[in-house]
């Protein structure tokens, strides 16, 4: 079993700055990469982006050149910088413990999400 806790998010103006980190716990080797998801009120769960333990990253459209997910391997912590925050942005952030990418990355865990609301 792999434990995720999530933390940061909160209320920010549009055009303001946050920070996720999530700390993975429990059977660490099975995690060959972390993403961070999000659910918009009426909107369908999409992937914000995604790192593998070797570092490559992946970003949905919407967020390339604003958002970055980074990985600390010795903590066991992946973390989303989000910038330049726009009203769409809001929704609920999770953070997932992925498989390999052989088996089309499968979902280990998730965190318990965190909501991020930015004012227009």
């Known amino acids: 079993q792999v434990q995720l806790v999530e933390s940061g998010g909160g209320l920010v103006q549009a055009g303001g700055s946050l920070r996720f980190s999530c700390a993975a716990s429990g059977s660490i080797s099975r995690i060959k990469a972390m993403a961070w998801e999000r659910q918009a009120p009426g909107k369908q769960r999409e992937l914000v982006a995604r790192i593998t333990n070797g570092g490559s990253t992946n970003y949905e459209d919407s967020v390339k050149g604003r958002f970055t997910i980074s990985g600390d391997n010795a903590k066991n912590t992946v973390y989303l910088q989000m910038n330049s925050l726009k009203h769409e942005d809001t929704a609920v952030y999770y953070c997932?413990?992925?498989?390999?990418?052989?088996?089309?990355?499968?979902?280990?865990?998730w965190g318990q999400g965190t909501q991020v609301t930015v004012s227009s």
């Open positions: 997932i413990a992925l498989g390999p990418a052989q088996v089309g990355f499968p979902v280990h865990s």
